[in-house]
């Protein structure tokens, strides 16, 4: 299963979706997050855990912002309403989900991150939700999910001041739960090790 923006691969009753646009940025544009919609709640018909990953530099820039400039009012909402359908899906899903992040998680693609139930981070994974840098907010729930995992002055700090964290900050304060240098595989491990002792 596959499509422009991503591809599903199964490894030992685990789904993984890699993100993998032809620019390499895997930025969530409104078509991918609409078939991203439709593909998540497909293979949550087969209650498998799934895995979300990107490539070495890039887990995901975030939603396009060519899009989101050429958004009117309406449009607007209708994009925000989709994000938010695409989270709620993820995090919806009927078994556990891993982000396996290597390189840039920004904006939406930090938002995808914390819909998943856990997250696991290369060494070199960087995090933040810059969009207050460009007058900017997140509608796709990522206001109410953060605050949530590392508390609400720390939240504040990421979302208002648009900063930028490393993978060891992120494990620090409760955004990451491990960092490894193949974070996929070691999603895939502690998957089977819950499988293995039945606490799934």
């Known amino acids: 299963m596959s499509g422009s923006d991503f591809r599903i691969d199964e490894h030992q009753e685990i789904y993984i979706l890699r993100l993998?646009?032809?620019?390499?940025?895997?930025?969530?544009?409104?078509?991918?997050?609409?078939?991203?919609?439709?593909?998540?709640g497909e293979l949550a018909r087969g209650k498998r855990p799934l895995v979300i990953a990107g490539n070495e530099r890039f887990f995901s820039a975030g939603?396009?912002?060519?899009?989101?400039?050429?958004?009117?009012?309406?449009?607007?909402?209708?994009?925000?309403?989709?994000?938010?359908?695409?989270?709620?899906?993820?995090?919806?899903?009927?078994?556990?989900?891993?982000?396996?992040i290597s390189g840039?998680?920004?904006?939406?693609?930090?938002?995808?991150?914390?819909?998943?139930?856990?997250?696991?981070?290369?060494?070199?994974?960087?995090?933040?939700?810059?969009?207050a840098a460009l007058g900017l907010i997140t509608g796709w729930g990522?206001?109410?999910r953060l605050p949530r995992l590392v508390g609400k002055g720390r939240a504040l700090?990421?979302?208002v001041a648009a900063e930028k964290i490393g993978a060891a900050q992120?494990?620090?304060?409760?955004?990451?739960?491990g960092i490894d240098n193949d974070p996929v595989a070691e999603a895939v491990r502690r998957i089977q090790r819950s499988l293995t002792q039945n606490v799934i």
């Open 63 to 100: 939603a396009d912002l060519g899009d989101v400039a050429a958004l009117d009012g309406p449009s607007a909402y209708e994009f925000s309403k989709a994000g938010q359908e695409l989270m709620s899906v993820v995090e919806g899903f009927p078994a556990p989900v891993y982000a396996a």
């Open 170 to 177: 992120a494990l620090r304060i409760g955004l990451l739960s």
């Open 104 to 131: 840039y998680c920004m904006g939406g693609g930090l938002d995808l991150a914390l819909a998943c139930d856990h997250r696991i981070g290369a060494p070199h994974a960087v995090f933040g939700h810059r969009g």
């Open 20 to 40: 993998c646009s032809e620019d390499g940025t895997n930025r969530l544009t409104r078509s991918c997050v609409l078939k991203l919609t439709d593909t998540v």
């Open 142 to 144: 990522g206001t109410q």
């Open 157 to 159: 700090e990421m979302f």
